[in-house]
């Protein structure tokens, strides 16, 4: 019998090609309303990240006032720190790290 020798396989590795590190975390809220993801956003910011992206779960508009879950991507060199409570000072935000490249 033959033997098959694939001799192109790709080698995968822990990396991405963006620069620094990207973190997804996720941001929840009962809810939640423009000014509260706003000031989420800045404290996230003023931490030194560099927010790359800001969407829902299932890519549908967020609707203040109604939307309990988004999901961002954040770029810098820092670990981001998850939130357990009254995440970056909005009383019943909770945020945690989803993945991180």
Known sequence: MATVTNTNQPVISLNQGLGG?????????TDMTNA??????VDIAYDGFTIAGVTTADG????????????????????????????HGVTGA????????
């Open 60 to 87: 549908s508009a967020f609707v203040s006032g109604t939307t309990d879950n988004l999901k961002v991507a954040l770029q810098g060199t820092a670990t981001y720190a998850a939130e357990g409570s009254n995440a």
């Open 94 to 101: 909770v945020t945690t790290v989803l993945a991180v490249f």
């Open 36 to 41: 509260e993801v706003n000031t989420i956003l």
């Open 21 to 29: 590190k990207t973190q997804i975390i996720n941001i929840a809220k």
